[in-house]
């Protein structure tokens, strides 16, 4: 079973910064893509930023230039890191992946619960 946990949400007011972090744990033989989505209330659920197996990352043009994404596979972790964050950034975020596990194989759209991001004008 493989599991994602969000962390690092919070209250913030713009212009300031936060990280995010997304846990992968459970049995993994590879991570094939990592992704960060947020869902503001009475919005649909928008991609924030990817980041493929090969390094390439991909942004909402939204959060181009404010938002980086990372990836720290020792820890299997995956990184938000959020600067000059605006009211519009206020959102639940959510962490997304896509894996190759053992006696399965490949394991697509795995979702974390989510962690609220809140930004203050």
């Known amino acids: 079973q493989v599991q994602l946990v969000e962390s690092g949400g919070g209250s913030v007011q713009a212009g300031e910064s936060l990280r995010l972090s997304c846990a992968v744990s459970g049995r993994i033989f590879r991570i094939n893509a990592m992704a960060w989505y947020r869902q503001a209330p009475g919005n649909q659920r928008e991609l924030v930023a990817s980041?493929?197996?090969?390094?390439?990352?991909n942004y909402a043009d939204s959060v181009k230039g404010r938002f980086t994404i990372s990836r720290d596979n020792a820890k299997n972790t995956v990184y938000l890191r959020m600067n000059s964050l605006k009211a519009e950034d206020t959102a639940v975020y959510y962490c997304?992946?896509?894996?190759?596990?053992?006696?399965?194989?490949?394991?697509?759209?795995?979702w974390g619960q989510g962690t609220q991001v809140t930004v203050s004008s």
């Open positions: 997304n992946g896509d894996f190759v596990v053992p006696g399965w194989g490949v394991l697509n759209d795995r």
């Open positions: 980041l493929h197996s090969s390094g390439i990352t």
